[in-house]
């Protein structure tokens, strides 16, 4: 066996990992239904061939002169470059690399001038609730997208009101909720945000896999995003947004490449800035490349098309739910509120978890049970689906089918027919 050890600039042919013609397949196990999308997105092929194709160039970034090394790091600021455009960013705007949506959000908690104020609403998941300061302002679920905006306006009206100085407010909404799929309306609460000059975050973990977004023309300041649930493996993750409160900040993390000086004394640190500021350490190319790979094929795809295609198979999904007499729907806003391919619901009864297993071990159908990291909104609905449903016996956990571009109509009707089945 001959082990190439440098291979040259140019991979030979046998390494190149040809695209696919079609990259926004998803790999998956045959006989396995996958409707778990929201909690982590099978791989696409898109990034699967990314990653195949670069793994024999695998070496350091930012900190190898080699041939291998540079193109590391030339692929791992690309993949920067590519998930900027992607989300629309701005001129001064970083894209910082993190690990995900979690990690974004801490970071900018970390960033936060002194003095800012959060507001957040009850129904985020737990990512967008517990990195904010204590004293943070945390509004009730609202009934809808019109009471959300309604919310908000009167909250920073309060929050302004009478102050001779601005301090910083910043506004953490999701885009779709993890529990029920519901949208946000973003782009109006970014209004809401920009009129009373505070600045927006949108934990866009659950939105980005299911519709575009641009920050320019949502006129958002910042936006969180995972990798895993983008159809991207490898646990990388996105902050995007204002590089001024970033570049102002203590490092996220401190350590080798956030650094522009060091001397010997140990308060003699020049931090860089830019995103390598919060990078430190040796970053996830591997993962940023997925990433970056699957932003590439989104682009590249009729993504009108897609939509419909993922609104037909929600709507089949909903309407067969609704059409179980022993199934009742989380839902915090109405019934036909724009939603993205998610669906929370209980069975009158039965235990949530049994379900799951039960749906896993004789259907080879996957969901999830549970609170689904966002207890307080999940508990508040589970008490709402009681009241609406009439059903005394609803179970204080709940399931969720979660659906995207793998998913076919087969896999919605065999978990229609198994919840049928179970009642
Ligand atoms: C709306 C929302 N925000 C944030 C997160 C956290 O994402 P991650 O676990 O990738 O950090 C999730 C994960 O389910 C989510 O659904």
Redesign the pocket.
């Known amino acids: 066996m001959t082990v190439t050890l440098v291979p040259s600039l140019t991979p030979p042919p046998a390494w190149t990992v040809p695209p696919s013609s079609r990259p926004l397949d998803v790999l998956g196990v045959p006989g396995q239904i996958n409707l778990d999308y ?2 982590s997105a099978p791989c696409a092929r898109a990034a699967a061939d990314a990653v195949a194709e670069l793994l024999p160039w695998y070496a350091s970034v930012h900190r190898g002169a080699g041939a291998l090394s540079r193109r590391c790091t030339l692929a791992y600021e690309r993949a920067r470059q590519t998930v900027g455009d992607f989300f629309g960013a701005r001129a001064g705007d970083h894209v910082v690399f993190t690990r ?4 974004a959000l801490n970071l900018l908690a970390r960033t936060l001038p002194a003095g800012t104020t959060v507001v957040t609403f009850a129904g985020e ?1 737990h ?2 609730l517990l990195p904010w300061p204590r004293a943070s302002v945390r509004l009730p679920v609202p009934a809808g997208p019109a009471e959300a905006i309604r919310a908000l306006d009167a909250a920073l009206t309060e929050l302004r009101r009478g102050a001779t100085a601005r301090p910083p407010v910043l506004v953490a909404v ?1 885009g779709a909720s ?1 529990v029920t799929g519901e949208r946000w309306p973003v782009a109006e609460l970014a209004w809401v945000a920009r009129r009373h000059a505070a600045r927006i975050a949108v ?1 866009a ?2 939105l980005a896999p299911h519709a575009p977004i641009d920050v320019t023309a949502l006129d958002v300041d910042y936006l969180a995003v ?1 990798g ?2 983008l159809y991207a493996p490898f646990g990388a ?1 996105v902050l995007l947004g204002r590089g001024d409160w970033l570049d102002a900040a203590p490092p996220y993390l401190a350590g080798g490449g956030a650094t522009s000086h060091v001397g010997a004394a140990t308060h003699d640190v020049r931090w860089a800035t830019g995103p390598a500021r919060h990078e430190a350490g040796t970053p996830n190319l591997l993962g940023a490349v997925a990433l970056a790979s699957v932003c590439a094929a989104l682009d590249g795809a009729d993504r009108v098309a897609l939509h419909a295609r993922e609104q037909a198979l929600l709507a089949r999904l909903r309407d067969g739910l609704a059409a179980l007499p022993h199934v009742v729907e989380l839902r915090a806003f109405g019934p036909d509120a724009p939603r993205v391919g998610i669906a929370s619901f209980v069975l009158a009864g039965r235990d949530s978890a049994e379900v799951a297993a039960e749906l896993a071990a004789r259907h080879g159908i996957g969901v999830r049970d549970g609170l689904f ?1 966002a207890h307080p909104l999940a508990r508040r609905l589970l008490t709402e689906a009681a009241a609406r449903s009439g059903h005394r016996d609803l179970p204080p956990t709940a399931l969720r089918a979660s659906i995207g571009l793998g998913s076919t109509l087969d896999h919605v009707e065999s978990l229609l027919t198994a919840l049928a089945e179970l009642g």
């Open positions: 929201a909690a995900n949506t979690t990690d998941h990512a967008n999701t993890n934990d973990a659950q995972s895993h649930k993750g990291c």
